[in-house]
């Protein structure tokens, strides 16, 4: 198993590589929490999300990701994140929206076993809706099931290169399992997309700082 998980882990790093080209463009490890604060979670989209603004979906992102790299302020840039996250989660359609508040339900009740089995459900009615294998993969990390969740993420970003959500994961994975190095690139694909990202840069800098005097 543990020489599968890391063959997996191989692989996924070079398909996450060759896909970041695409576009024009767990826990974490204690010691990397400082005291005082929480340790690092998956990112996920917020429960009040917007209304989706009318148009091709694959344009409105373009406009939302060039704006989101030039948000001049946090509180522009949640604005923005909020509308990239309530378009993804819009591409599913009105039985998968439907499904996935039964999801948040079980995710807040800690019934991530019951979350899991109906992400699968509807990852088998549609499986090109990649919040729901991001979803299914914030769940694994959470079971510390990294080998599920990285391969979820893979086709999250196989998909959609600019899912700062999944690099974020990736990078928490890799640092996780003592890829340090292949964290950095992750985390720091994840901060280019989405500059202002909660507590990622703070991530990074103390990665960097872990990781000095080595080849990164």
Known sequence: ??????????????????????????????????????????????ADLPRVHRGD????????????RAAPTEESA??????????????????????????????EGKDFDLAIKLLTAII??????IEAWNRRATLYFLKRDYEGAMADLRVVLQREPRHFGAWAGVGMIL???????????????A?????????VPDLIKRLTETVDGRDI
Do not use: C
């Open 124 to 129: 088998d009615i549609k499986p090109d809706y």
């Open 175 to 189: 640092k996780d399992v003592g890829d340090e190095r292949r964290a950095l690139t992750a985390l720091r694909r």
């Open 57 to 68: 979906p694959e344009q409105n992102l373009d406009r939302l990701f060039a704006a989101l």
């Open 191 to 199: 901060v280019e997309l989405y500059p202002r990202m909660e507590r």
């Open 1 to 46: 198993m543990k020489h599968r998980f890391h063959l997996l882990l191989a692989f996924a790093v070079m398909a996450l590589a060759v896909t970041a080209g695409v576009r024009s463009q767990a826990q974490p490890a204690p010691e990397l929490s400082p005291p005082g604060k929480e340790p690092m979670q998956p990112v996920e989209p917020p």
């Open 78 to 107: 949640k604005y923005i994140e909020r509308r990239i996250w309530a378009t993804w989660a819009a591409q599913g359609g009105d039985t998968a929206t439907l499904l996935m508040t039964r999801v948040r339900t079980a995710t």
